[in-house]
């Protein structure tokens, strides 16, 4: 079928070729110039534009027609004001669109070359110039106060009693946290972020954890960094070369006996290092790439202690709020009706959560949280219901092209009904408790989130 549509297309593209050729054969013969057009030609060219302008606004509307409604009902408060909102716009450039077509087209149908008749020399008109000013501006104004009354309720103050809920984003996953009983979210701090604390959240334990983790992966390090065999040996004929200099310095410079104690102390210490078995041999990119790695990791050390020394008694508050905190992957859940207030931050780059059911989008930006609010009305089963398909899902899609798997970047959403909610909230592991047992992850994804997990450490301590 393709090779046939091909076939159709060169076929016809070879005719086309041929008639010009014909033409122009016969305008030679005639003795005209190729570029003297008759006036039959342009009537029929006048014509056509019309012909064009008719079908042009047939496939116009059969397009509106055929995928105008291309979103479900909006299933949240503010969703019927942003539809509305898209539905007055789109009135206003439609009517623009065929006024304007309408124009073009017919003018230059009306008005095509005639020999007899001279154009009319029309330089400016004020009032013209008023009316396409005036009228642009009074609709644009109208667009812009519609759409900053719209913006303003989804980003407005949200009432105290609403649900606080934190979406974190990843390359490439989502995760939800729920503030815990107290409704309060505990403190995150980026530097805390491993396996076991993806969310970075600061909770006494987890900087104990944190530190102890480094401690380890430096006492390794500065082991291997300074058992390195050439670096030791080189140490050693330095110090021998201070003690027994092999050409006199004849300065007469006599060394302190203080000065030479610590030398032999150190050459003892520099022997029975090269003679304890332990010693590694390193090429020098090594050498320098462990010695790099022992700086990020004291630095890192330091940022945390710094978390610590950030008036630790007025935080303690705010750290014991993280022990509540429930986080849950793969999705989550919101109670219908109720008012929800969306937290957004990034660990990497700019992401987008996108629910288009709820008629929302917001920006994930690292270091600056987001947030905006809104009320869902349709639960998961009635929406099953209206939408005739038992399969429907709520989904938060990442809409900013992040990298490699930004396609596969989603999280559903259930929204239940206040009792459904609770009974689910209830089952979802407090952080501190969850601490304790392995994190949930799917063993197919385990994988690709720990190599995720793995390389998003190495750009923290880096
Ligand atoms: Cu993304």
Redesign the pocket.
Known sequence: MKLFILLVVVVGIVAIAQLARVYELTARLRKTKEEDISYADNRLNAKLWLLFMVLFYAGFIALIVKYGDYLPVSASAHGEGVDKLMDFNMYIIIAVFFVVNTLLFVFASKYYYRKDRKAKFFPHDNRLELFWTIVPSIVLAVIIIFGLRTWNEMTGEAAPDALRVEVY?K??DWTVRYPGDNNEFGLANYNLISTTNPLGIVTKEGIVESLEAIETELATLKADVENERGVLLREKAEIEEELHPSHGHGDGHEMSAERKAHLEARLHEVESALNSGNTTVLSEEAYEAKKDKISRLERHIQRIMEIEDFSYESNLRAWEAGTDDRIVKGEFHLPVRKEVEFIFRSRDVI?SAYMPHFRAQMNCVPGVPTRFKMIPTITTDSMRLVMNNPEFDYILL?N?V?GAA?FN?AIKIVIDTPEQYEAWLKEQAEYVAKEETAPAVEPEAAESVEVVVADSQTAIVE
């Open positions: 984003a390359q490439f992401h990442c900013k992040c930004h970047m």
